[in-house]
């Protein structure tokens, strides 16, 4: 189970956004190691975007105000400066074991 | 960069059953896996399923029972039948590439499709 925090998250344009996750299982890949966590971005009407894999590693364009930090079994997701475009819904999501299992999603919107 | 498409019927009554397709161009069908993702208002995002590029399936417990993913490498494409469905599978259905180290996260997704289950 992946529980995402806050639901719903207000910020100033220019300022720093904080989105949680846990797990309830340790994600540790041991072979890698490396953490099977990944963020995902969603606007109204369109799928998800990949944003970050294992934990932290941002997808190629993804501006690097997104951060992905975090082990075992919470992570963090962090956007450094807040521009209107990053207005979306915010997933984390488990691939360590099947089912994949995606958190509830936190709002992000403009303060 | 692969580029998915997918189509399918939108409008279905209970008991009917929900057949998907999803087309890739543009990136190489083998070496990945191929999964399906849907997402409701009461559910979230909810992983149906995958299958990888040589066939083998695996499915979500929750729904294993009515559900089948296939795929023809010859046209790139796969596709998802949900059997029996119910006003509980209404959602936006996704098809989407999945990159998989023993699971997977879905680096390409489609662009949905609602479907909506009444009678």
């Known amino acids: 189970v992946m529980t995402q925090s806050p639901v719903s998250l207000p910020v100033s344009l220019g300022e720093r956004a904080t989105i949680n996750c846990k797990s309830s299982?340790?994600?540790?890949?041991?072979?890698?190691?490396?953490?099977?966590l990944a963020w995902y971005q969603q606007k109204p009407g369109q799928p998800p975007k990949l944003l970050i894999s294992?934990?932290?590693t941002r997808e190629s364009g993804v501006p690097d105000r997104f951060t992905g930090s975090g082990s075992g079994t919470d992570f963090t997701l962090t956007i450094s400066s807040l521009q209107a475009e990053d207005v979306a819904v915010y997933y984390c999501?488990?691939?360590?074991?099947?089912?994949?299992?995606f958190g509830q999603g936190t709002k992000l919107e403009i303060k | 960069q692969v580029q998915l498409q997918q189509w399918g019927a939108g409008l279905l009554k209970p008991s009917e059953n929900l057949s998907l397709i999803c087309g890739a161009s543009?990136?190489?069908?083998?070496?990945?896996?191929w999964s399906w993702i849907r997402q409701s208002p009461g559910m979230g995002l909810e992983w149906i399923g995958e299958?990888?590029?040589?066939?083998?399936?695996n499915y979500n417990p929750s729904l294993r029972s009515r559900v089948t993913i296939s795929l023809d490498t010859s046209k790139n494409q796969f596709s998802l039948q949900l059997h029996s469905v119910t006003a509980a599978d209404t959602a936006v259905y996704y098809c989407?590439?999945?990159?998989?180290?023993?699971?997977?996260?879905?680096?390409?997704w489609g662009q949905g499709t609602l479907v909506t289950v009444s009678s």
């Open positions: 999501q488990q691939y360590y074991s099947t089912p994949l299992t």
């Open positions: 299958i990888s590029h040589r066939g083998s399936t």
């Open positions: 294992w934990a932290s």
């Open positions: 989407a590439r999945q990159i998989n180290y023993g699971s997977g996260y879905m680096d390409n």
């Open positions: 543009g990136g190489s069908f083998s070496g990945y896996y």
């Open positions: 299982q340790i994600l540790l890949y041991s072979s890698k190691n490396k953490h099977c």
